[in-house]
């Protein structure tokens, strides 16, 4: 049974930094792409950032890109994804995903970015 477990949302001010996890059970996680999405209130998900199962590829939205940094760790099965100078746009619910089979889904953390 694939499971994904995000953590590390959060309150931050306008320019600072968070770090969300994302461990993943039940898949050989050394071998899937993993990926970042996000649900703006009121918006559609969409996809954020990820990353192929070696780490030698990554793509990012244009709005996060030079900001935020996917990685992963494959002996510890956990995504991250590093987000700095972070603005109020960036609020939203924070998805970790993965298609193996069908697409997984983890519950998502929430992120608000406000002064």
């Known amino acids: 049974q694939v499971q994904l477990v995000e953590s590390g949302g959060g309150l931050v001010q306008p320019g600072g930094s968070l770090r969300l996890s994302c461990a993943a059970s039940g898949i050989s996680f050394s071998a899937y792409v993993m990926s970042w999405y996000r649900q703006a209130p009121g918006k559609e998900r969409e996809l954020i950032a990820s990353i192929s199962p070696g780490s030698k590829s990554t793509n990012y939205k244009d709005s996060v890109k030079g900001r935020f940094t996917i990685s992963k760790d494959n002996a510890k099965k956990t995504v991250y994804l590093q987000m700095n100078n972070l603005k109020p746009e960036d609020t939203g619910v924070y998805y970790c995903?993965?298609?193996?089979?069908?697409?997984?889904w983890g519950q998502g953390t929430q992120v608000t970015v406000n002064s």
């Open positions: 995903s993965t298609i193996h089979g069908t697409r997984y």
